[in-house]
């Protein structure tokens, strides 16, 4: 892939894998193709097949609060994918086939952004990008080196929403995170 527009009139096309029968719209990712800092969710819910943009239900308004703490914003300065851009149907967790069928977008998307930091939103995304050992009650806010790359995760909002206790742990590792934009990125905050 070599730009955005090829990416994206491929990917909307996709039927690599099953999900393409039951969506809606395909959901690529949202926000500035210049940023720094790559986000990467699990996967479209029924807002998001609805919308065609991720992140756009009630995980995604807290989402942007979070992202509002630290001077985020999905529209100017950071870009925000999935590791599948098709919904799985009743928001079940998608299939190792689904994420392994959909993994060359994310990669394509990875390689024209070449992100300085990621950051993983929940267990399923960083199980793909940090490892499969990866657990989200233990090793939320750590930093990873990924080929390079800064990755850490969070806590999904949907999570978040499902156990507000999370909340304040997330609090300090936003707070990492905005720590470490502004040590590694020129262009972000
Ligand atoms: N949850 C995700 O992981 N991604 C979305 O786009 C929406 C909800
Ligand atoms: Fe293609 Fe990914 Fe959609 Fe499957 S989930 S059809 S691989 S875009």
Not at 59 to 78: E, S, T, V, Y
Not at 123 to 132: D, M, P, Q
Request: charged share 30%; hydrophobic share 35%; glycine share 8%.
């Amino acid at each position: 892939m070599d730009n955005w527009e090829e990416l994206e009139s491929a990917c909307k096309e996709c039927k690599k894998c099953a999900l393409n029968e039951t969506r809606t719209n395909v959901v690529i990712g949202v926000g500035n193709r210049d940023s720094e800092v790559l986000f990467i969710g699990e996967g479209p819910g029924e807002s998001e097949d609805l919308k065609g943009e991720p992140f756009v239900g009630r995980a995604g308004k807290l989402l942007d609060d979070m992202l509002q703490i630290i001077g985020l914003d999905r529209n100017r300065n950071i870009y925000i994918a999935n590791i599948v851009k098709c919904r799985p149907p009743k928001n079940r967790d998608p299939s190792n086939e689904e994420r392994e069928a959909c993994s060359g977008w994310l990669n394509a998307q990875y390689a024209l952004i070449s992100p300085k930091i990621v950051v993983c939103l929940g267990r399923i995304a960083a199980e793909a990008i940090i490892g499969a050992g990866f657990k989200i009650t233990r090793d939320h806010g750590k930093w990873h080196d990924i080929n390079g790359v800064k990755t850490m995760a969070l806590f999904h909002p949907a999570a978040l929403l499902r156990d507000p206790n999370r909340r304040p742990e997330t609090f300090v590792d936003l707070k990492e995170l905005e720590r470490v934009i502004k040590s590694e990125c020129t262009r972000t905050l």
